[in-house]
């Protein structure tokens, strides 16, 4: 009996996990062509029995990665960290992408602030977190582009955490960071810590707090100004 039971339980796994299977391929529903590249947009089941888009992209073939949908001409390709590209499905153009960094001259920096999304305070960065800002911008690795706006470009979080200023020869850089990624208005992403350390940014506002407490200052500021973002 027991036997019969265990072959029973077998066979009955075998059946639902070949139905789950066979219901996890995704179906091409649409397919556009500009120049070289294929873009397929597939319908395929969530693991709820829903669905969701999927856009490959593909060249002689070959699929060669995802692309996302921008709006309802353009597409985004990231094709290498250092390499995105546009397609447009509607004129048949592609526009391709390239970092483009600033490096920031010590010399000519008047001053930096942060910002802190979170508390809603600014900051002034001492000299040597200048030094080290600016020497970390100069030898950061790019990541990736970003094609969103820039206040809520890091997608998987709500929102970025600091906001940089760089004052400079009477003019304003700003950056944005999270964690140990940051990026310019450029919209490229770049890794500002080779050992990707989560509170990279975070040692900033804490340097300068543990600073504000021994000297004595309030932290927490009567009158801020919020940067516009």
């Known amino acids: 009996m027991k036997q019969i039971i265990y072959i029973f339980t077998v066979l009955t796994l075998t059946t639902l996990t070949s139905c789950f299977d066979s219901s996890r391929k995704c179906e091409s529903v649409q397919e556009w062509e500009v120049r070289e590249y294929k873009i397929i947009k597939s319908k395929c089941p969530d693991l709820v029995l829903a669905h969701y888009y999927a856009y490959d992209i593909y060249v002689d073939n070959q699929k060669k990665g995802n692309v ?105 850089r700003h950056f944005f960071g999270y964690n140990y990624l940051i990026l310019d208005t450029s919209k490229w992403q770049y890794i500002m810590n080779k050992n990707q350390k989560l509170d990279y940014f975070h040692s900033f506002w804490k340097q300068q707090t543990c600073k504000d407490n021994k000297n004595g200052k309030t932290i927490k500021q009567t009158k801020t100004r919020k940067p516009n973002r």
Request: with cysteine; glycine share 2%; aromatic share 12%.
């Open 68 to 172: 996302k949908q921008i709006d309802s001409c353009t597409f985004g390709w990231q094709v290498t960290n250092e390499n995105y590209l546009m397609l447009n499905i509607c004129d048949k153009t592609t526009k391709e992408i390239a970092p483009n960094k600033k490096i920031l001259e010590i010399n000519t920096i008047d001053s930096i602030t942060i910002f802190a999304n979170e508390h809603n305070e600014i900051k002034r960065l001492s000299k040597r977190q200048v030094e080290t800002f600016v020497n970390d911008w100069n030898n950061s690795k790019v990541r990736n582009y970003e094609d969103i706006s820039l206040d809520s470009v890091f997608s998987r979080f709500p929102a970025y955490q600091y906001k940089l200023t760089v004052f400079e020869s009477g003019t304003e």
